[in-house]
């Protein structure tokens, strides 16, 4: 296996790095200020995202994860990964390349399942950055692990489609520039378990629809982006807002979820780097009982098994990217969860000896690194959590050695 890229990734890696260094690390600083000074921060957005957003679209480092070249770079899950590690390095630099979660699976949702219209109204507004979407399908009243236990319905009613139920951690709906989301819910409970449910375009401003509150990760509210409790009461929308028809909300969701694992778990290992680095150079810093702390109580061993477990997590999501490209997500399954599994897990770990090293101040808005944590553990829930992809994994497995018994 060749483990370089090609020209054409190693281009847009230093393309996207240089911009990185330029343009948004600088001035990333001006923007938290920016934005905590506002007296409410989900009324508006800072103006320097928009000015960093033109200059990354000016410079053609524009919806760098769509692999489509009509829409996007043309770059494969492999290509892309790279690009999203860097990404992941900055709280905002996935907006300003327009490359940011929910918005890349929305997009890719619209792009391969919905009708000319839904790309027209909804998709092409969210690839010129003009607006933002939500994903709504966790509920809070049932074990959302097991899609089949969904609440929520998306009943058929002549040639119209009515919305009930109640979602929660619809990540980005408190953006002031969020219009739409997607809902899933419950169409026809006595189709075949693949077939009971619809993925349905919902403009924000529809009757019926309500934001409750937004929802905390270990304090943070993440704004101006969130994670939203939503209720949907009698919401009635046209039956061609159902995407590519009523009962084929499961086909779409296992389609989406390929590459936003590789993209989550790449964007992970890039927040791990960022620790590692903050790590490194407070260890070599600071100063404890006469010497650098790098030289106490193991702080060089930990140091070195971060870096190996970074660079495993990276080898181990090109590997399962490169899958995606060559053989598809139904060849990937095993090593799509295996990473989804493993990279939040060994950020949070990284994360955690960085904060360490940092002391009192590790845990403090003065550093990343808490907001770091919380945004690394969320993710061991989100697209599933550990233990179903462990479930997936393990049955792989199994299922090996039962196809060689049975042979």
């Known amino acids: 296996m060749d483990f370089g890229h090609s020209p054409k990734t190693r281009q847009y890696i230093d393309r996207v790095s240089g911009f990185m260094t330029s343009q948004v690390l600088p001035r990333e600083r001006e923007y938290i200020t920016a934005l905590r000074d506002q007296q409410d921060r989900w009324a508006s957005i800072p103006s320097v995202i928009d000015e960093l957003k033109a200059k990354a679209r000016t410079a053609g480092l524009w919806n760098l994860f769509l692999p489509d070249p009509t829409y996007g770079a043309g770059l494969t899950n492999t290509e892309y990964a790279p690009l999203a590690e860097l990404m992941g390095r900055s709280l905002i630099a996935p907006e300003i390349f327009n490359c940011n979660a929910p918005d890349t699976g929305n997009a890719e949702v619209l792009l391969h399942y919905g009708s000319d219209d839904q790309r027209n109204r909804w998709m092409e507004p969210l690839l010129r950055g003009e607006i933002r979407s939500a994903f709504c399908m966790t509920e809070p009243?049932?074990?959302?692990?097991?899609?089949?236990?969904?609440?929520?319905t998306a009943g058929v009613d002549g040639d119209t489609?009515?919305?009930?139920?109640?979602?929660?951690?619809?990540?980005?709906?408190?953006?002031p520039d969020c219009r739409f989301v997607i809902f899933m819910g419950l169409t026809d409970p006595d189709a075949p378990r693949h077939a009971r449910h619809s993925m349905v375009l919902v403009p924000l401003d529809t009757p019926g629809v309500r934001i409750?509150?937004?929802?905390?990760?270990?304090?943070?509210?993440?704004?101006?982006?969130?994670?939203?409790?939503?209720?949907?009461?009698d919401v009635r929308?046209?039956?061609d807002a159902v995407i590519a028809g009523p009962g084929r909300g499961s086909e779409i969701a296992q389609g989406r979820l390929g590459p936003g694992r590789i993209h989550h778990c790449m964007r992970l290992i890039g927040l791990a780097e960022n620790a590692l680095e903050l790590a490194c150079r407070r260890a070599a810093s600071r100063t404890a009982f006469g010497k650098p702390l790098a030289n106490l109580g193991g702080n060089r061993e930990r140091i070195a098994k971060a870096r190996i477990a970074i660079d495993q997590a990276r080898l181990h999501v090109?590997?399962?990217?490169?899958?995606?490209?060559?053989?598809?997500?139904?060849?990937?399954?095993?090593?799509?969860?295996?990473?989804?599994?493993?990279?939040?897990?060994?950020?949070?770990?990284?994360?955690?000896?960085?904060?360490?090293?940092?002391?009192?101040?590790?845990l403090s808005d003065d550093f990343p690194l808490a907001a770091a944590m919380a945004a690394a553990r969320s993710l061991r829930l989100a697209d599933g959590p550990d233990e179903v992809h462990l479930g997936v994994i393990a049955r792989t497995e199994l299922g090996r050695y039962r196809t060689r018994e049975t042979a």
């Open 141 to 152: 009243d049932v074990a959302s692990s097991d899609a089949a236990n969904m609440a929520a």
């Open 318 to 362: 090109l590997h399962a990217a490169w899958l995606l490209d060559t053989v598809g997500a139904a060849g990937a399954i095993s090593e799509l969860s295996q990473v989804k599994a493993a990279v939040p897990t060994m950020a949070c770990e990284v994360i955690d000896m960085a904060i360490q090293l940092h002391g009192g101040a590790g």
């Open 212 to 233: 409750e509150r937004m929802l905390p990760v270990y304090g943070y509210l993440d704004e101006p982006y969130g994670h939203g409790e939503v209720s949907f009461s």
């Open 237 to 239: 929308l046209p039956l």
């Open 161 to 175: 489609v009515v919305l009930n139920g109640h979602k929660w951690w619809s990540t980005g709906i408190g953006h």
